[in-house]
């Protein structure tokens, strides 16, 4: 499963640069840069503007990570069931049910539930900032100045276009510095769930086959976007195709890929390769073990730490087959080539001078970001106090500060267009499990001991006297913080709240917070900022030597990816490119039913009821990454055919380096979805609106 997940944030900050010339069905294209050339000389096809801002305005981003698409007028949005646990689990707590384990279906719009905090974001326009952010930032500044410059004028930018537009306004850096788009959204926080089967039949297969095919997953979620206490009437949503994926058929994925590295330095890869993956993975590993123990004390425990764990060991899966790419000599041979011929063409180019320091400067950060990132990550990250109760305190105790300054001055993520989600997800109620919330602080404040060391001064302080698991203990249970009323009091209070306030996550918070932003301050004054205007040289030679013809490395934000449904070869095998419901129940009889390959027992009843020639799962050859997860698969015609939901093993490289020989992107066949809904489900009516037949 290629959820977006925690991980994004694990090796702090990074930086996005231009991909190489597109080869094959490479690429995660800008709406407002699509491929329009290799798709006319490849496969003959022109999307003209009214079908690009049509997808564009069908996609859906789930700000807690994934994709989706509208699929009716009636803002009924589609996604993944891995996309969207986290708002299962949450209802399970409220509604005192599992609908994780046992699948959820509303009939009416009166029994759609709403989420707890989930917000969906729709991309309404894109405008170029570029000339005005780099205009801020003068030759002769010192780095901290250009930071500093920098994040004011896009603060600006940000919230006069909120004031202007009411539009949620973020600035986007692309091409890693060289270019800046102001992306607008249009927020949706009314988001209830309409269906959810259960999640053996979504994760069929369990471990043994993530990152596998053939698959038979049902991985979907349906959630459906309110206004005015009234289902939202939707202009621009994809119709769904009644041929479905076809074998060799172009197909497009529109989704918002979450991150990849694929033309960083050389000696940022190696980075990567030597601290920064093993740093994650040695994180991922403990989570994952202490999660793991946790849910074994009881099926109570296992539902809610379910959602977490998964996460948890999904990341550590896709970044062990990172780093196996990064171990890979060939691979590390390709990159190195390929830099040393650019790095070649820039000497001799006499315009591109200027551009020639930029490789050594990104090896000399290097130095100090492997110096500072496990600190930075404990610290400024938050993983050192990995609980739900430090994350809002953390908020409310910055909030404080952050919001009686000006707005060009705040950190980014207090920024005036991002006030309303900030806000959203602070005051949102959510059950909080304080037995988990104290066994993940136990671990994350050990974590914080081996890494800074037991006596350091400020370990000492944060523990008080006490063990890491005595002062979990304590610190959880003596907050009020998950009270939303108590939030609200103090993020209202502003800064004389938090003065007074004795809520111990809140003291907790307070006594961090100045070495964490020292230690922020060090990451983007000494490797944040000098890595991007180098990288911003080296995209100004790219262009120079190759065009500008080429997309943009992934950063949560809506991308256009194309390709063809294809099977591969392996070991000598050819691998079909579609599955179909009777080798699921083939592959449950070969394994007697027995998990992970079991089948729920509704499953079982309604067998007969299905059409077993139906395809299921299917490959095909689309550029994605971690975040598309619940983006849809749409023909020529911009209709649905399927719905992703992972990427073969083949495919975990794509971080680095897309290759199609075996790589591919896994989905859910369109006729799957409604074959299932109408004969497992009985949700005939739902199948009726997605196809159009109310």
């Not at 989420?115 to 005005?132: C, F, G, K, P, Y």
């Not at 041929?243 to 590295?261: I, K, R, Y």
């Not at 209070?493 to 111990?504: F, L, Q, R, V, Y």
């Not at 399927?642 to 073969?648: A, S």
């Amino acid at each position: 499963m290629r959820a977006l997940t925690i991980t994004l944030t694990l090796l702090g900050p990074t930086l996005m640069m231009a991909a190489t010339p597109a080869r094959a069905d490479e690429g995660m294209w800008l709406f407002n840069n699509p491929p329009r050339k290799i798709l006319k000389e490849k496969y003959n096809f022109e999307p003209t503007e009214q079908w690009l801002e049509h997808v564009q305005k069908s996609s859906v981003r789930f700000n807690t990570g994934g994709s989706g698409s509208f699929v009716s007028p009636h803002g009924l949005v589609m996604t993944n069931h891995h996309v969207g646990l986290g708002a299962l689990q949450k209802l399970s707590d409220i509604k005192k049910k599992d609908y994780v384990k046992e699948g959820f279906y509303a009939k009416t719009h009166a029994e759609e539930f709403q989420a707890v905090d989930e917000e969906l974001n729709v991309l309404m326009e894109i405008i170029d900032v570029t000339d005005r952010v780099k205009a801020a930032v003068k030759a002769d500044m010192k780095p901290e100045q250009a930071f500093e410059a920098r994040r004011s004028v896009i603060a600006t930018i940000e919230a006069e276009s909120l004031k202007k537009t009411g539009l949620r306004s973020n600035v986007v850096t692309l091409y890693q510095g060289n270019k800046y788009h102001l992306y607008r959204y249009k927020r949706y926080t009314d988001v209830r769930l309409v269906f959810a089967p259960e999640q053996q039949i979504a994760f069929y297969g369990g471990d043994p086959d993530n990152f596998a095919f053939p698959r038979y997953d049902l991985d979907i979620c349906l959630f459906r976007v309110y206004e005015n206490d009234k289902p939202a009437k939707i202009e621009h949503y994809l119709k769904w195709s009644k041929a479905g994926a076809a074998d060799n058929e172009l197909v497009f994925v529109s989704g918002h890929p979450g991150n990849t590295d694929r033309l960083n330095t050389v000696a940022e890869l190696e980075y990567l390769r030597d601290v920064g993956y093993p740093f994650i993975l040695n994180r991922l590993h403990r989570m994952e073990v202490m999660l793991s123990v946790y849910s074994a004390y009881s099926e109570e425990h296992e539902r809610k730490a379910k959602d977490l764990l998964f996460s948890v060991a999904n990341s550590r899966k896709a970044r062990e087959g990172g780093l196996e790419g990064l171990l890979d000599p060939s691979l590390m041979k390709k990159k190195a080539d390929y830099e040393k011929n650019l790095r070649d063409a820039v000497a001799k180019n006499p315009n591109l001078a200027d551009c020639a320091d930029a490789w050594d400067v990104i090896a000399k950060v290097q130095g100090p970001r492997a110096q500072n990132i496990k600190k930075y990550t404990l610290l400024e990250g938050g993983a050192g106090f990995l609980t739900t109760l430090f994350t809002y305190a953390r908020t409310l105790v910055r909030a404080a500060d952050e919001f009686a300054k000006p707005n060009a001055e705040r950190l980014s993520e207090f920024g005036e267009s991002d006030k309303e989600s900030l806000e959203f997800k602070l005051l949102a109620a959510r059950a909080i499990h304080k037995d988990l919330e104290a066994t993940k602080l136990a671990d994350s404040l050990t974590f914080l001991c081996e890494v800074y060391g037991y006596n350091d001064k400020l370990v000492q302080q944060v523990l008080a006297g006490k063990n890491p698991r005595e002062r979990a203990f304590e610190l959880v249970n003596g907050s009020q913080l998950s009270d939303v009323a108590v939030r609200k009091k103090l993020y209202e209070g502003g800064k004389s709240a938090i003065e007074a306030s004795n809520d111990p996550m809140i003291l907790l918070a307070k006594l961090v917070d100045k070495d964490a932003r020292a230690l922020r301050k060090t990451i983007e004054n000494e490797v944040e900022e000098p890595k991007k205007q180098a990288y911003d040289k080296i995209a100004k030679a790219k262009f120079a030597v190759e065009g500008t013809d080429t997309y943009p490395d992934a950063t949560f934000t809506l991308r256009l990816s194309f390709g063809v449904v294809k099977g591969y070869e392996e070991a000598g095998k050819k691998v079909p490119f579609e599955t179909n419901f009777a080798g699921l129940y083939e592959t449950a009889a070969a394994h007697k039913n027995k998990y992970p390959f079991d089948l729920p027992q509704r499953w079982i009843d309604k067998k007969d009821k299905l059409n077993l020639k139906v395809p299921f799962n299917f490959v095909c050859t689309p550029d994605i990454i971690g975040g598309n997860s619940g983006s849809p698969i749409i023909n020529k015609a911009g209709e649905v055919v399927g719905l992703v939901f992972d990427g073969n093993i083949q495919s975990l490289v794509w971080d680095f380096v897309y290759t199609e020989e075996q790589g591919r992107t896994v989905a859910v066949h369109s006729h799957g979805i409604t074959e299932a809904l109408r004969a497992v489900y009985d949700a005939g009516a739902l199948a009726d609106e997605m196809q159009g037949k109310q």
